[in-house]
T-cell receptor, first 111, second 114 residues
Framework: GEQVEQRPPHLSVREGDSAVIICTYT??????FFWYKQEPGAGLQLLMK?????EINEGQGFTVLLNKKDKQLSLNLTAAHPGDSAVYFC??????????FGRGTRLQVYA | GPKVLQIPSHQIIDMGQMVTLNCDPV?????FYWYKQILGQQMEFLVN????????KSKLFKDQFSVERPDGSYFTLKIQPTALEDSAVYFC????????????FGPGTRLTVL
């Protein structure tokens, strides 16, 4: 089945610094990709979805890069602030209707 | 944004008992999902449900598991009987369509089986 490796499992950065989280997947037929953010006690909040072969998407304060050649998906928070502290999950669709998740990255942003 | 609610947030039961986890999906959504996350491990797909039927299920969706959504009420996951290995956080999600439609997640129910 699909394997999605996410690293690092924990990340601690100073406010204003960048934070990069990377997911690597195995199935080349994977065709839709997501980043979710989970704050304590809350559900997963969708940050971004991407599907093109190589795509850079910019959101509010972050950039998502998909590199299908290397089967890699990354999330880059460009200038982290304490409100970004959360657990971040990548997720992949290979089979319609099923998300395969990475293990999550716990990000801590300190002042 | 759209919110998915889950009730209860925590549930502790004895092994062998029955448990029902409740999900209140986004009101106009048609597809419903359950995922399971054992502590420290990846969140894994259990089942999806549409129009009163299970569409797909994974090998984690054991015979002791069942799902239903009677008459537009809660979307439920029932485990009967429970086993120790069912201890996990169960996340419900819903989406407007299938495929690449966004799945909106609830906050999870932490189930502890003693």
């Amino acid at each position: 089945g699909e394997q999605v490796e996410q690293r690092p499992p924990h990340l601690s950065v100073r406010e204003g610094d960048s934070a990069v989280i990377i997911c690597t997947y195995t199935d080349p037929n994977s065709y839709y990709f997501f980043w979710y953010k989970q704050e304590p006690g809350a559900g997963l909040q969708l940050l971004m979805k991407v599907f093109s072969s190589t795509e850079i998407n910019e959101g509010q304060g972050f950039t998502v890069l998909l590199n299908k050649k290397d089967k890699q998906l990354s999330l880059n928070l460009t200038a982290a602030h304490p409100g970004d502290s959360a657990v971040y999950f990548c997720a992949v669709i290979r089979v319609v209707g099923q998300l395969t998740f990475g293990r999550g990255t716990r990000l801590q942003v300190y002042a | 944004g759209p919110k998915v609610l889950q009730i209860p947030s925590h549930q502790i039961i004895d092994m062998g008992q029955m448990v029902t986890l409740n999900c209140d999906p986004v009101s106009n959504h048609l597809y419903f999902y359950w995922y399971k996350q054992i502590l420290g491990q990846q969140m894994e797909f259990l089942v999806n449900f549409y129009n009163g039927k299970v569409m797909e299920k994974s090998k984690l969706f054991k015979d002791q598991f069942s799902v239903e959504r009677p008459d537009g009420s809660y979307f439920t996951l029932k485990i009967q009987p429970t086993a120790l290995e069912d201890s996990a956080v169960y996340f419900c999600a819903s989406s407007l369509g299938r495929g690449d439609y966004e799945q909106y997640f609830g906050p999870g129910t932490r189930l502890t089986v003693l």
